[in-house]
């Protein structure tokens, strides 16, 4: 049975969108798992379904961007979820789609029933260097150590692609524009955007270069942000109807085409299989203008126009919003913003959006198909995911199917023990001492957990290594952002008890004579 | 309909093992890209299905143990796969058995019919330092901020199992001890093992203390490796009969045991229940015993021994080979070896070769139920598979329908660009000049696709930025590890000739008097 039969195969189960949501997109002061939960209530608020089975994460480099792994894990707790499953799924910037991916099979399967996805990345913290180090780990070793970053590769492609198709230099940026105007004003329509100001033919021409022929306004910007959808095998007005993945060559240097992306070939091929349609039958596209020039070969590869013709089809207007097929009507990535784990799940979001009606713009055309394309690496990892509406009403079908709706399942946040006042005193309630210790810390170095006397535990380094012993009643002190603690041994607690009982005795009237019950050795 | 019901639902596809294979553990000379071929090689060559449909690879910080992300990317076109769907899944030390988890609802649902499942990690070519300060990324923030590290952590959690179930310091270093030397013992009959050779009471007893109660030997080493199955919906002589997934609370100070891991518990709970059995019904189990306590908690938490038994069930040598549940019967973690995102694969890897047996030793009960326990990070994101031998011959059922035997699709790996002889001359393919650019290189950079001699493909940097054009001619040389290029200008051209041609002349008899065509412009 060959790949495609089992495709065919009726024994896979619909899939459903439910609730979707997402942050704004920006420059934010939250955290990465802030940003997470944040865009979960969100999707929650709008859900039927109100519990999940299981978590999937997209995020693509959490461990270099906040210094965090195990993100899986710290979202479920963020959450309060603690206990669900939850896995994280990594393809590089096409990272949320991937999540949205699995967590489609995990449903299709029957093994859970309702599973929230979510996508997310925090970025602007570092420096636009820093930042660029990291992105640029996705592209080939050697092109990288060249100095190649992602700009100056997709750069390259935009060269070769003016050369193939005999655009001059004047009409590839007069058509590069065009996608920024375009995507920009798009933007100032989306309450979610990063940017929400349209740009003007003036703003992009004096925009700086940042790898010819690329200027800033066809980058996409650094971004923070998070989205979230519940997916779920009963019926609601919005089903996926089709879903597909692919790959291509990691390096430029490897590649057979500079001028499309055989990875979104692939991908679509597959999803319009699945939902058995063809590339006409799209009413509109959320796709990865990371760079303006792949918004246009992105369009050429899900054949909705012929190689080469993408730039036409952007000139005659047909990819804005009044056109045949509106192309990122959100903003696309250029203006909703980049957060690199976020994008895959956002760009669904922003269609089931747009499906429902819940937009500030409206199409020509009636939209009842959506298609949504996201990019991993330099066209290396791609997803391709097909919305399509239902008649049915947005709610689950049948409610008394339908599980309670029960208040979102989120604990309190935990509170950073930094920022809670802190009692001073507390007992050892495991510990240990530590020979190989990390980098900054000598050893031997006795590390405890202490439950202080709110109740709360917390993980401190002792002042010496000695008489350390579960139980033992300890004193808690911040130094830094650390905590320190030290074991009142038998001797403190004498003098602790002789010294209360000075001061108690000097606190009485003069008059009456005390002995003190026991002299402090000294 | 609960989470219960649906997994109880038959319209799930069963998912069999066919191959298996790993790398031999230990410290290798390898690329993590490199081990992962090679795995995914073992497995192919021992497997009836040659064809896969899609990669699921378990890594779990390659971002920061090789600096390289877009893993999944990397792989696919390492193994000549290239086109591949291909994903990455992570969950910290786990993250193999994620990755397996997550390939098995993408098979249960009928979107691939063949998957192959990978996980590895190289981190030997790192300091113990640096490593442990990776391997920390997976602990809580505040914790971490102490000088708290995974062995830290896992002592505390000793410490208090000790306490709890009133050990002597002395009782329980001897229990301890006799769980290294068990999986000692058990790993010199694995060629695959970092640890081949058994370890004697002096040995353990002398090694250096590396967090009190935890010795060196009571630590699984640092490992580079790989494993590879190929999973499938065609029936074979294994079946998953069962596979849960649990999370826990990632800080220590946010438990509320301190001698278990409710992830195990959760997990195990929804694999019994899959597999329609009971804990008694296993007849081995490979667990994540990074730290011996592990092994022991872990055997308490899947069910085998009530809760403050598991040590005792070690000192009545339940546990070893010969007993009645021999538990890492490959060596474990332990002494085969811990390259993090490998080890949730190899567990599997090493439960269906005994179940095959092809094991070199064998236990007094015939083992027709294996189960596989995996720890991602301190006990924060487990998984449970249970593999169940059938009574089919280990090929596929139906030879007809299995797809041809063909030879592995792995094209010639892609020869390092510095490990081949270079031409010294080349044209562009494309170009760019970047003026954003990363940390060491300064703007504005010249960047090009050259097309060697030899036809190759090579990222090269520009000496200027002039001249610069799809198709024109360079020269190229390598300086250190980067290429450089200078555009063979019309002006070069025209030196180049008269050069030849002077050279020529040169070489002709004197008699003959010859004028040059052409003067050259000083």
């Not at 949501?21 to 608020?45: H, R």
């Not at 430029?252 to 699945?274: C, K, N, V």
């Not at 918004?295 to 730039?311: N, R, S």
């Amino acid at each position: 049975m060959s790949q495609q039969d089992s495709v065919k195969s009726n024994s896979m189960r619909a899939v459903y969108v439910a609730g979707v949501g997402m942050t704004k997109f920006g420059k934010s002061p939250q955290t990465l798992a802030e940003l997470l939960c944040d865009a979960a209530s969100n999707s929650l608020s709008s859900s039927p379904v109100q519990e999940v089975d299981a978590l999937y994460i997209g995020a693509m480099n959490p461990e270099e961007f906040t210094g965090d792994s195990n993100i899986a894990s710290l979202v479920a707790d963020a959450l309060g979820m603690t206990g669900l499953p939850a896995i994280r799924v990594e393809t590089a910037s096409s990272a949320g789609a991937a999540a949205l991916h699995a967590a489609f099979q995990a449903v299709a399967s029957g093994y859970y029933q309702h599973v929230l996805v979510l996508g997310g990345e925090k970025m602007t913290h570092l420096s636009t260097s820093a930042t660029t180090r990291v992105l640029a780990e996705v592209i080939d070793k050697q092109e990288r150590r060249c100095g190649a970053t992602m700009p100056a590769l997709a750069a390259m492609i935009t060269e070769r692609y003016r050369k193939k198709y005999r655009l001059s230099r004047s009409r590839l940026e007069q058509v590069l524009c065009r996608v920024a105007i375009k995507n920009h004003l798009n933007g100032s329509y989306n309450p979610y955007a990063q940017f929400q100001q349209p740009i003007s033919k003036e703003t992009y021409s004096s925009s700086k270069l940042v790898s010819t022929p690329l200027r800033l306004y066809d980058c996409a910007p650094i971004t923070d942000g998070a989205a979230a959808i519940v997916l779920t095998s009963e019926p609601t007005d919005i089903a996926i109807t089709g879903i597909g993945h692919g790959t291509g060559p990691l390096g430029l240097g490897e590649r057979d085409s500079f001028t499309s992306f055989p990875a979104t070939q692939i991908a679509a091929s597959r999803a319009y299989q699945m939902a058995g349609i063809s590339p006409s039958a799209i009413d509109f596209a959320e796709v990865h203008d990371a760079f303006t020039p792949f918004e246009i070969i992105c369009t050429e590869d899900l054949g909705f126009f012929a190689p080469g013709k993408g730039w036409q089809a952007v000139e005659e207007g047909k990819t804005s919003l009044q056109g045949t097929l509106p192309i990122n009507p959100s903003g696309g990535l250029k203006a909703r913003g980049h957060p690199v784990g976020a994008s895959g799940v956002a760009q669904v979001v922003e269609a089931a959006w747009r499906l429902r009606g819940n937009s500030k713009t409206r199409f020509k055309r009636e939209a009842r198909r959506a298609l949504c394309q996201s990019t991993g690496g330099l066209g290396s990892n791609n997803f391709v995911t097909i919305l399509e509406r239902s008649d049915k009403s947005p709610a689950i079908q049948n409610p008394k199917k339908a599980p309670p709706l029960s208040p979102v399942r989120r604990r309190k946040a935990k509170q950073p023990a930094d920022e809670a006042a802190l009692s001073d005193e507390g007992h050892i309630e495991t510990f240990t001492i530590l020979y190989v210790t990390p980098d900054g810390f000598l050893p031997p170095l006795a590390l405890a957990l202490i439950r202080d006397g709110r109740g709360r535990l917390i993980m401190a380094q002792g002042e010496d290594v000695t008489h350390l012993k579960i139980g033992r009643a300890v004193f808690l002190r911040k130094v830094g952002d650390r905590y320190l603690f030290t074991v009142k041994s038998h001797l403190r607690k004498v003098r602790e008890a002789l010294k209360n009982l000075l001061t108690r005795a000097r606190s009485l009237p003069r008059k009456e004579e005390m002995a003190p019950s026991k002299k402090e050795k000294p």
